[in-house]
């Protein structure tokens, strides 16, 4: 690795590879399946209505080319996993190359539509099964260090507190040897 991030030493437990379908806390039936093409402006749709107050750390972005541009770089330098409700995207999470190493940052989206039933959680495991599948070995994420929650979330799949500024918690899992 060269950059100056700490990663755990022990390698993070066993994750499932999409694609796979489940039924969400209220009942509907969702897909998490890799990120395709064909899937590209209903995620632009996704993120070009998220809520405002869901937004983190300027991301995602709030206008249609803004979105556009900034999907043209993380669909461009990694690796996707869509979860999906019929047509509708639900979710959607990724592995973004670092431009400093070989390490992949997490991002991580649900829909306000979509939280609280458990769809996190499964596209989280899901995209670490498919980092995994492609030869990833670590990955790193910052989170607002109040988002309880998501905090919570990332510990309970693995991933260990690397670092924190004032008010950004850096956390770090590592996906194989």
């Known amino acids: ?28 039936d969702i897909r998490i399946a890799p990120y395709g093409t064909d899937d590209r402006e ?12 869901d937004r983190a750390q300027g991301i995602p972005p ?9 999907l043209d770089v993380i669909l461009g330098e990694g690796y996707s996993v ?20 070989d390490a992949y940052e997490l991002a991580i989206f649900v829909t306000q539509e979509y939280q609280r039933a458990g769809i996190g959680g499964k596209l989280l495991r899901h995209l ?25 979330l990332y510990e309970k799949v693995g991933f260990e507190k690397s670092g924190s500024e004032s008010f950004e918690l850096e956390m770090a899992l590592r996906l194989s040897d």
């Open 128 to 152: 670490l099964g498919y980092g995994r599948e492609q030869g990833i070995e670590c990955v790193w994420l910052t989170v607002e260090r109040w988002n309880t929650a998501a905090v919570s």
């Open 1 to 28: 690795m060269s950059d100056d991030r700490l990663y755990p030493d022990e390698v993070a437990g066993s994750f499932p590879a999409p694609p796979t379908t489940f039924e969400d806390r209220e009942g509907r």
């Open 62 to 70: 709030s206008s249609e080319r803004r979105v556009r541009d900034w």
């Open 42 to 53: 209903a995620l632009v749709e996704m993120y070009v209505g998220f809520d405002p107050a």
């Open 82 to 101: 869509i979860a999906s409700h019929g047509d509708d995207i639900a979710g959607h999470a990724a592995l973004v190359q670092d431009t400093e190493g």
